[in-house]
């Protein structure tokens, strides 16, 4: 299969591209775009073979269901079997915009894209790309992020070429992407309701709509207090070079200056000298959240024997990045060059 790029302005997506588009997504074939949080891998909801596609395309295992986008509240009643009053007022006041609402599904949508589950993940998506889609074909699009399963999310349109050329029909490029980072996705289906996987809507903006103490989210792989052994932790969103985490300056000390060893800090790291290794920072949540995938495939593209990255703090502005790198990497102390 060759896979066509076309380019097309972010804001004001060109009518012609936007036809090209829903063309591919009619008939069954897979389009990839910019939602405003990465690039998403889309297929018509409705068409269990074109969804199929989506998963043959990235090698995606059938256990991780996919985020169905609608284009408006009418839309996402069509494929939720409820629509409780929650939803409707999240729903108002945070879409279109980066928040999955996990609902009981409708018998519209096919099993694959639940994963065989009974509930289904939708969001209307802010970027005016998804938007013209959505409405052009007339009904909703199944997408996950556009990347081979496991790596990293693009951000950027090279990177769904440099990960899926040949495998999808199209790939409309709009640009990098405007967070970065992929939707918070809420379960509304369990009582409290629970943050499924953090994003760029925190949990106090949930609060804030749905009341205090009625969200509930996990505890981080890693983070203070909590310790989950190495092995249980969800490798996702990864760079395939040897990736590694580090909290403390100390820490990070012992491989700094090390052949082969690049360092990325993220967040308020000032005054740390890094001088001695090639190093990457990344100063704020936004800056962060909107270059963090495209640092991770640029340092992969170095080779390097291994990536070690310095964290945030351990804050809720930084929770969704922290997630990330959480997945991304395994503790400093378990690299087995950190000792020579
Ligand atoms: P991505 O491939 O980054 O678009 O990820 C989609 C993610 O959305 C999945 O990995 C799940 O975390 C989440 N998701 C989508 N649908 C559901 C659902 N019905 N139940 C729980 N999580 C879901
Ligand atoms: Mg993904």
């Given at each position: 299969m060759?896979?066509?790029?076309?380019?097309t302005?972010?804001d004001?997506?060109?009518?012609?591209?936007?036809?090209?588009?829903v063309?591919?997504?009619?008939?069954?074939?897979l389009?990839?775009?910019?939602?405003?949080?990465?690039?998403?891998l889309?297929?018509?909801a409705?068409?269990?073979?074109?969804?199929?596609?989506?998963?043959?395309?990235?090698?995606?295992?059938?256990v991780n269901?996919?985020?169905?986008h609608?284009g408006?509240?009418?839309?996402?009643?069509?494929?939720?079997s409820?629509?409780?009053?929650?939803?409707?007022?999240?729903?108002r006041?945070?879409?279109?915009?980066?928040?999955?609402l996990v609902?009981?599904?409708?018998?519209m949508?096919?099993?694959?894209?639940?994963?065989g589950?009974?509930t289904?993940?939708?969001?209307v998506?802010?970027?005016?790309?998804a938007l013209?889609l959505?409405?052009?074909?007339?009904?909703?699009?199944a997408?996950?992020?556009?990347?081979r399963?496991n790596?990293?999310?693009?951000?950027?349109?090279?990177h769904?070429?440099?990960d899926?050329?040949?495998?999808?029909?199209l790939?409309?490029?709009s640009?990098?992407?405007?967070?970065?980072?992929?939707?918070?996705?809420?379960?509304?289906?369990?009582?409290?309701?629970r943050?499924l996987?953090?994003?760029?809507?925190?949990?106090?903006?949930l609060?804030?709509?749905l009341?205090?103490?009625?969200?509930?989210q996990?505890?981080?792989?890693?983070?203070?207090?909590?310790?989950k052994?190495?092995?249980?932790?969800a490798?996702?969103?990864?760079?395939?070079?040897?990736a590694?985490?580090?909290?403390?300056?100390?820490?990070?000390?012992?491989?700094?200056?090390?052949?082969?060893?690049?360092?990325v800090?993220?967040g308020?790291?000032a005054?740390?000298d890094?001088?001695?290794?090639?190093?990457?920072i990344?100063?704020?949540?936004?800056?962060?959240?909107?270059?963090l995938?495209?640092?991770?495939?640029r340092c992969?593209?170095?080779e390097?024997?291994?990536?070690?990255?310095l964290?945030p703090?351990?804050?809720?502005?930084?929770?969704?990045v922290?997630?990330?790198?959480a997945r991304?990497t395994c503790?400093l102390a378990?690299?087995?060059?950190?000792?020579?």
């Open positions: 060759k896979t066509q790029v076309i380019v302005d972010p004001h997506p060109g009518p012609a591209e936007i036809a090209r588009g063309e591919v997504l009619a008939g069954g074939g389009t990839a775009f910019a939602a405003e949080t990465v690039y998403g889309g297929a018509q409705f068409d269990p073979a074109a969804v199929a596609a989506i998963f043959a395309a990235k090698g995606r295992p059938a269901p996919l985020i169905v609608v408006d509240i009418g839309q996402a009643r069509i494929c939720a409820e629509w409780p009053d929650e939803a409707d007022r999240l729903a006041a945070l879409w279109p915009g980066p928040l999955t609902l009981p599904r409708s018998s949508i096919p099993d694959l894209i639940t994963a589950g009974s289904v993940g939708l969001r998506p802010a970027s005016p790309v013209a959505i409405r052009g074909l007339g009904s909703p699009i997408a996950p992020s556009a990347n399963s790596h990293l999310s693009p951000t950027r349109a090279e769904v070429v440099a899926l050329d040949g495998q999808i029909d790939v409309i490029d640009g990098p992407t405007a967070i970065g980072l992929e939707s918070t996705v809420l379960d509304l289906t369990t009582t409290p309701y943050i996987r953090p994003g760029p809507i925190l949990i106090q903006d609060e804030t709509i009341g205090p103490g009625n969200v509930v996990d505890a981080l792989a890693g983070s203070t207090g909590i310790l052994s190495p092995g249980s932790l490798v996702h969103y990864a760079p395939r070079s040897p590694f985490r580090a909290s403390t300056r100390a820490e990070v000390d012992r491989a700094i200056g090390l052949e082969g060893v690049v360092v800090a993220i308020g790291h005054g740390l890094l001088s001695r290794s090639p190093r990457h990344l100063e704020s949540p936004d800056e962060a959240a909107r270059g995938y495209d640092l991770m495939r992969d593209l170095m390097p024997r291994a990536i070690v990255v964290m703090p351990d804050e809720p502005r930084w929770r969704a922290r997630d990330r790198l991304a503790p378990e690299w087995p060059g950190s000792g020579d």
